[in-house]
């Protein structure tokens, strides 16, 4: 019989039930966290020795916050709970070639998070039968891999292309009469714009469904791609650090993205204080992974502002739901869904001979697409260079960023003085992308 559950049962515990299977598995990943280097200090500087000192889910607050510098410090196997021989997968962060951040699963951490992606993309009504164009790009990024295996599981067809080549992109739609995409929204609208220019229309395609995720957007960029295309479009949220995709989707009734608080505890803290908040309230999303063992992540900081929402969702999934993210507490941009970080830009520019002292980062659209443009200061004596010498510098820039970021920056060169000068803290990042 066809059921709206993926796991009818896991998905509408009552919250008792709920918070009994929590912190069961809360426990579990203590026993875990404790053979880490990283946690077993910390757990026992707030008096946690073993799984029997968590007495209920509130005591996950006496546990101190881990942050993304913890995993920079503890870098490449700090927060690893098994002999290396026992991990079958690595993945991290987007565009992160310069901070490392690395993940690890053992098999059955992956078969577990498969199951919470299958769960997700059920939710939202896709099922065997559907042909499922998967764009986000594969590789360490959690993106393509996450979703991919999820959907398998379903028994969807899919198709697993990567990111880019529109042109290929939409050759495999209309071929295989693709009813299910993974892409970045910003990637949708672009494909759109340019669609005609490549010969093709919505007419040609078979589309009902897209997931959309890996970089904020706003409820009237949902509304528009659907208009765009006759389709829904389900919002998706997840990091790597938190295992990626399949830790918050929106159902079928599209109205917040439940996350699946049997393999997380979701709490949400003032950035500021570090205290919990009530529901409903604005802050930052914190959670603890309850399921993968290899990698234990306990109260992550994701730096992502949200809100849980308050009310129950008509589906009758028990799980509480979060609002859009809207906006982080750092300073991370996010271009075209790769993550970048100013420090990496700096870093990168800095080190170049010919550069000066003063840099800009820009970030404008093109279309539906984000730019990056990095503008430096050279040294005078170079404008006395060919222009041939300026083009070489440029492209050297280029490349070296991609290098790092491994995204392509736009590179605008510049004489001294040209750019602002700043007496207090500089501004260097610009980003005049239209705030949504
Ligand atoms: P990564 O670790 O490379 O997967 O990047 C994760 C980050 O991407 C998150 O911390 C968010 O800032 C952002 N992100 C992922 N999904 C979404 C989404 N649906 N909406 C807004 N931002 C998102
Ligand atoms: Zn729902």
Redesign the pocket.
Known sequence: METDFFCHEIETLSREKLENLQLQRLREIIASAIKTSFYNKRLAKVGIKSPEDIKSIADVRKIPFTTKDDLRQNFPTGLLAVDMSDIVRIHS????TGIP?VIYFTKDDLNSWTELVARSIYATGARKGDIFQNMMSYGL???GLGLHYGAERIGMTVIPVGGGNTKRQLQLMKDFKTTVLHITPSYLLHIHESMESHGFNTSDLSLKKAF??????SENTRLKLEELYGIDAY???????LS??GL?FECKYKAG?HVWEDAYILEVIDPETGKNVEDGQEGEIVLTNLIRKGNPMIRYR???LAYVLTDSCKCGRTHRRLS??LG?TDD?L?IN???VFPSQIEEVVMRIPEVGTNYQIYVDKIGALDRLTVKVEIYSKMFTGEVKQLDALKKKIAEELRASITIHPLIELHEPGALPVFEGKAKRVVDVRPSF
């Open positions: 962060s987007s565009g992160t951040t990024f959690t993106g959309i995720g890996a970089e904020p957007h919002n998706s949220y997840g990091l790597s650090e990626g995709p918050a993205m994701t730096r992502d859009r993210i982080r991370m996010i869904g790769v993550n």
